[in-house]
């Protein structure tokens, strides 16, 4: 069997869609393979009707203090599963108080309240992940 039967062959396989192919001439066994091209994912064009703009609405007055995430990682509101949360909305907190616990990197880091005053708002919810920046809590100052 020489090169040109073997091309003969290749392009037999491509026309047909064959991924391999084995021939036997006299003595001699050659066996073809090949991996199919990739084929580009079929995507279906969806047209939305045009959402009406969003109107920006401003944080109602004494909306509180925003109390963010350092780092990322996951919020959580208690020490435990099974414990009680840290603070709720109406509690009183003092500053350096802990507020919650964002585990990064297997670490727990305690969030503290840098003012005095009342929670009003908890932003995010137990066992979420949150990034650098993210408000946490609001907190209305005394």
Known sequence: MNDADIRRYAGLMEELGLTGLEVTEKDQVIRLERTPAPQA?????????????????????GAGTPVCSPMVGVFYAAPAEDAEPF??????????????IVEAMKL???????????????????????????????????
């Open 41 to 61: 994912p079929v995507r279906e064009t969806v047209t939305l009707p045009a959402a009406p703009a969003a109107e920006a609405q401003p944080a109602p007055a």
């Open 87 to 100: 603070v709720q909305v109406g509690d009183k907190v003092k500053r350096g108080q802990t507020l919650c």
């Open 108 to 142: 727990m880091n305690e969030i503290m309240a840098e003012v005095d005053g009342e929670i009003v708002e908890i932003c995010v919810a137990n066992g979420q992940v949150v990034d650098y920046g993210s408000p946490l809590f609001r907190i209305r100052e005394r």
